[in-house]
């Protein structure tokens, strides 16, 4: 059994086939899935796709790169959506430098108004971080030095130092199609420094396709092949991981029901 904790099964890219989609993330393994919002605005749909299937949740949030054309949310409601029971976290939100397509001082205040959210309701907060990582570190660390709050930087691709300081505060690392590319060196080199215990494994579909399906559409049944590159770092059987990172993920989104 695997699961896929971080996909957009709400995107255009699935319209077409969707059950096709999901059957064979079954058939693939993929027992479970978490959908991720990206945009308040369009939590309905993000919703009512998890609500009718019993193996997929979702978070709700507002990425980075639309903090300022969407409505600027505040804690409490954030937390009224996740009063629902098929909403397990909230996110994506963080930091994201590289494309700039949000000021950063309004990707800051709302990072930091989805970690209050995370920490009234003792739900995990999934943190995007590109090209932001001396910020993303300062706003973690500074909140959690207020209050602790659980959390998983999701798609990892930042330092081995980045991890280790993250992982002192009890986050979990989910990793992406990305390790199995060929000049991800450095992100294999920093897996190897992650206790198996903190790790989650993701697509984030339609998005970064591994090898070897890199440059077609990601999906939920190709976490596969990054949790086999996974297990090869880690020196374990795929079967091992496969049980770790379901574990993991279960324990980190305990909100979340297993099947």
């Known amino acids: 059994m695997l699961v896929d904790s971080h996909c957009h099964l709400d995107f255009p890219e699935f319209q077409e086939d969707f059950e096709a989609v999901l059957a064979r993330a079954e058939e693939a393994g993929v027992k479970t899935m978490m959908t991720i919002c990206t945009h308040v605005t369009k939590f309905d749909q993000v919703h009512a796709i998890a609500k009718a299937h019993d193996n997929i949740f979702c978070t709700v949030g507002i990425h980075p790169h639309n903090a300022d054309s969407e409505p600027e949310v505040t804690v409490d409601q954030l937390v009224q959506w996740a009063s629902d029971p098929k ?142 590159k996974v297990a090869e770092i880690k020196g374990l059987s795929e079967e091992e991981f496969a049980k770790q990172s379901t574990d993991n993920y279960f324990t980190l989104f305990s909100k979340a029901k297993r099947g």
């Open 87 to 228: 909403v397990v976290g909230f996110g994506e939100t963080g930091l994201d430098y590289f494309y700039e397509h949000s000021p950063r001082e309004i990707q800051q205040r709302q990072f930091r108004t989805h970690i209050e959210a995370a920490r009234k309701l003792d739900l995990p907060v999934i943190v995007h971080t590109r090209d932001a990582e001396e910020d993303t570190l300062a706003i973690i660390e500074e909140e959690y030095n207020k209050a602790p709050f659980r959390g998983l930087i999701h798609c990892f691709s930042a330092s081995d130092a980045f991890a280790q300081r993250v992982v002192s505060m009890g986050f979990y690392i989910s990793i992406s199609g990305i390790v199995t590319f060929k000049k991800a060196e450095e992100l294999r080199e920093a897996i190897k420094n992650v206790p198996v215990d903190r790790l989650l494994v993701e697509t984030d579909a339609p998005y970064l396709a591994p090898i070897p399906k890199r440059g077609k559409r990601n999906e939920p049944a190709y976490t596969a092949f990054t949790a086999a």
